[in-house]
Structure formats: structure tokens, C-alpha cells
């Protein structure tokens, strides 16, 4: 195996994972050059079955699916990605000062951070989102940062425990430079694969928890996204009327979103942690969805 | 023991922090809370019946803390207040009658997964990077990663609406009373099946994965060479030296693991319309009714509670260094 500086290109969990969001990523920018028509207007007879001039058929209001489903890619992303960096981004900020901290401190924020983690986290979200009432993508997202930052301060608070053990943590505090410099500028580095897995984990976790949410019935069903698709679709029985197109749509695309995720949260956690790798042998599984170059 | 008092202290915070959300979320949203609470009782409920249902969510004159109190009060008198939609069932019945239902199902889903993601995971790690290792790790990245939504749905298409095989709703069919006959636990059983293969669907692929990890981890050991080295067969090497060391980390994952399945069941009960609490969750957000949603949230709580602790007390059977502590 060739050892290089970027090692995710050499692995091909992580290419296919990549490929898998950059192709989704594409599609929710490109949207209205793959679609002629207006997403939540309505624009053919009702539950019509995919044809040529709707390519996935239409919803039980003569909505074009595909067209709900390359815009609604923008929503699931922007929430996914905005709520995945906001949980990221407190549970970092928690976990290393708790973790370089110490005493009072972090036993404060290591009694709230256990306490999250045992309150269930979708029934409070559910509480949240009812009293909010048909709640926006963007509110939506903000609960999700609130509420779900938990697990990602406990593990950082334990990697940074190991990491302020290091000499050269101890050589800049000899140095006598402020502790908030100590944090971000020789800890933090150090966390960067931790960072990492939690950024892609949460940023899974808040695309999931934002189609449940949606199709319970707690989204604004006037935006546009994979929940609110879900949603109208189960509201209208469109698998009792046998309008499989109508759901199944947002279903494999949660699925296939979920998928190259999940692909690149485990290619990472493999470099940072290398006994866990398969081997050779998932090339065999790969060749089989013939991915793209690149040796494991 | 001083261990297991330490964590009983703990849940009961929990469970006041738990309250206490529920306490202020209705006073922080705009306007005026106890209308937010039940405006959707309209002119249904009798006036005295409003007061009632007022002064256990700590609608009293009086400052916030005397409120506080108060609602904390019926709180742990167990009462949690009246259901708006099912008027006039109080709140622990309603949610009572649906508990049954989502412990039975989650806790068998819950024990099967737990035990063939297990026993996938120690055969993966045993034999890394076989074609066995290779599905099992696969597999589990594609289960784990499609939401619970999604595989209920699909699930329920395939089995349900496209093959028939197996009912789309309800716990058991609904001509039949409810009683130990062989009939009825019998259609319990029917009914049961669909939703119990979506969340072992769900559930089984993360004990695996963790399972495995965990025993990779240990396999480097000494006392794994030194087991080996001593000619031992490899059955006992693998289930006696490395399983049950890699085991005690899956125990505390399977805590977190309930609060998960709590979530991943409340979905498949509204597809799969089962009767427990998810549904009534369901029922409750669509019909506004506050009291009910509320509820949920502590007995849900306190479910996850009960059920870690249950997972403390047999960390400390498993895990002799914590008797010492």
C-alpha cells in the first residue's frame, strides 16, 4: 500500500462515498437546468405514473416529482450540511475546552454533556418542533445544533485529554502562550480526524432527523425537500393507491444520500484508526458497482 | 455500589432537566402560554376540567418558581394531566395503554439485533477481511445509513402492499378481543413480524460494526497470543478470550443504542400505524394536543433511564473493577 498525504484518494470507500455526495451535490445546483418546471406548482393530472414528459411521474396535487426531487436536494443539503457544521462546531468547541480545561469546568460541562446524551434525543426534538409549530428549514436546523452536539463533546473531550499529555502542549504552556491560542492552534489540529468523523456522522444524523421530522408532519409543508415529499406522499396513501413513484423517489435518494455519507464517515474512521480496514477484499464488492480509480 | 447511587442521582436530574424543558418551552414561545397549551380544547372542555388541567402544568398565581413547583409537584405524584384528544383519559393511561406495545416490540427487536450484530461482529473480526468480514461490514454501512423512515417504507411496500404477506397496520386484527388466547397473541404475532424486521433492519448493522471494532482492537493483545500459545482451540480463543472483553463496550454503546431504537420505532409505528407510543406520538402532534406530547417526552425519558440503568447494573456484573470503585 502507497502512503501518500491525501491519503482519502487512495481509498476507495472514500472515493465512491465522495463521488455518491458530489454527484448529489451537482444535482442540487444544476436543478433548474435538468427541469423545466416549477417544483411546487402544479403542472400535470394527478398521480400520473412516470412517462417521458414527467421522467418520475406526478404527486397527488399534479406536482413534477423529479422536479420536487432536484430542488428538494438543495433543502436536505443546505439543513444537512448548516446543522452538521453548527453540531460540529459546539461539540468541538465543548469538548476541548472541558477536556484541556479541567476541574470545575469540566465537570460542569461533562454533567450537561451526559445529560443530553441520556434524554432521547428525537421525542425532545419532536417537543421542540411542536410548540414551534410548522417549523422552517433553517429553524429546523438550529434545534438540531442545539440539541445533538452531545456525543461529539464527549469523544473530543477524550481525545484532547490524551492530546494535552503531548510535549508540545506542555512546551507552548512553558512558553507561556494564552490558553485560547493553545487550544485552537495546538490542540485542535491534533482533533482534526475526530472533527472530521463528527462532522460527516452529524451531518448524517441532521439530514435523517430533518426528512423524520418533515414527515411527521412538523416541517412547513410549502418548502420544498425530501421530508416534505415524504410527507405529502404518506398523507395522500400513495402506496395504498399504488403510487409507488411517489414515495419510493425520496426514499432511495434519502438512501443513496445516506449511503455516500456513511462510505466516507467509515474511510475516514479507517485512516485515523488503520486495524479496522477490510483488506483487499472489498475491492472485490467494488468492482462489482464499478467505482472509479485508485487503489486501496 | 457507591457507583450505582451516583448514577441513580444522576437519571433523576435527567429526568427533572427533561421536566423542566417541558416546564418552560410553553412560557418562551410568543403569547400567552396556557392559550398556546390548550387552545386546541376549544369550548369541548368543561371550565373546571381547564382549571384542572391548569394547575398541574403549574398555571397558578404566583412567581415563576412557585409554578415551577408546583408543575414538579404533580409531576412526581405521577399525574401528567389530561389528554385533549382522548378527553377525558388522563395522560398516563393513554400513554400507559401504548407503552406496552412499544417495549414489546422495541425490546425484542432490541434483544435480537443486539445478539446477531454481536455474533456477525465477532465472526467479521475473527476472520478480517474475508468475503464474510467484507458483506458484514458492507452490509452494515448500507443498514445503518438509510433512515429508519425509509427502510419502514420500503419495507412495508415491498412486504405489505406489493407481496401481501403481511398485514400494513394495526397490532393485532382488530375483530379479535384482546386476550391470551392462541388466536389472538397468534395475530399479535402476524402483525408484529413487518415492523420487527424494519428495526433489527435498522439496529442490527451498528452492533455488528461495533462489535467488530472492538474485537479488532483487542485481537493485538497479549493474552490473545498468550491464549493462542498455549494450543487452546480457536472457538475458545475467540468466544471466552476476545468476545468477552470486547463485549463490555458494547454493553455501554447499547444504552445509547436505546435512544436510538426509541426513535427509530416511533416511525415505524406511524408506518406501520402500530398502536404504541409513536403513534400516539403521531396522533397527539397532528390534533395539537400538548398535554399528550409532553408526557411523552418524560415517559420516554424515563424509559431510556430505567433502561440504562439497567445496563449499569450488569456493567457491574461484567465488569468487576467497578465493584472495587
Known sequence: MK???FPLIHNRKAMVGALIVAFILLIAIAAPLLTSYDPSARVGRPHQAPSLQHWLGTTRIGQDVFARLVYGARTSLAVGFGAGLLITAVGTALGIIAGYRGGKVDEVISFFTNMVL???????????????????????????????????????RAETLSVKQKDYVKSAEMMGEPRWRIMTFEIFPNL?????INFIGSVIFAIITQATLEFLGLGDPKVVSWGTMLYAAQKASALSVGAWWDILTPCFALAFLGIGLSLLNFAVDEIANPRLRTGNRLGRWQALIRSGEGRL | MAFLLR???????????????????????????????????GAELPPESLQALKLTFGFVDGPLWQQ???????????????????????????????LVWTVGLMGTATLVSFALGTFLGILAAWRRGSLFDVIVSVGAIFATSVPAVVTSLIVVFTFGFTLGWFPTGYAADPALDPAF????????????????????????????VTMRNNMINLLGEDYIVMARAKGLSDTRVMLWYAARNA???????????????LGGSLVTEVVFNYPGLGNILYQAILARDYPVIQGQLLIMTATMLVANFVVDVSYVLLDPRLKRA
Not at chain 1, 426534538?125 to 452536539?149: E, K
Request: charged letters at 5%; a positive charge.
Open chain 1, 118 to 156: 441520556v434524554v432521547p434525543n428525537l421525542p425532545l426534538l419532536l417537543v421542540l418542533a411542536a410548540f414551534i409549530g410548522q417549523a422552517s428549514p433553517w429553524v429546523i436546523a438550529l434545534i438540531l445544533g442545539g440539541t445533538s452536539w452531545a456525543w461529539g463533546a464527549r469523544v473530543t
Open chain 2, 247 to 261: 463485549l463490555l463496550p458494547t454493553v455501554s454503546s447499547l444504552a445509547i443504542a436505546i435512544g436510538t431504537v
Open chain 1, 3 to 5: 502512503t501518500s498525504s
Open chain 1, 192 to 196: 482534526i480526524s475526530i472533527v472530521g
Open chain 2, 181 to 208: 388466547t392462541l388466536e389472538y397473541l397468534g395475530s399479535v404475532l402476524y402483525h408484529g413480524i413487518l415492523p420487527m424486521i424494519t428495526l433489527c433492519a435498522v439496529l442490527t448493522g451498528g452492533f455488528a
Open chain 2, 7 to 41: 448514577r441513580l442521582c444522576f437519571y433523576l436530574a435527567a429526568f427533572v432537566a427533561a421536566a423542566t424543558i417541558n416546564f418552560f418551552l410553553p412560557r418562551l414561545m410568543p403569547g400567552d402560554p396556557v392559550q398556546i397549551m390548550f387552545s386546541s380544547a
Open chain 2, 68 to 98: 415551577y413547583l408546583t408543575y414538579l409537584g404533580s409531576i412526581f405524584s405521577g399525574d401528567l394531566g389530561r389528554s385533549i384528544k382522548y378527553f377525558p383519559l388522563p395522560v398516563t393511561t393513554v400513554l400507559g395503554n401504548a
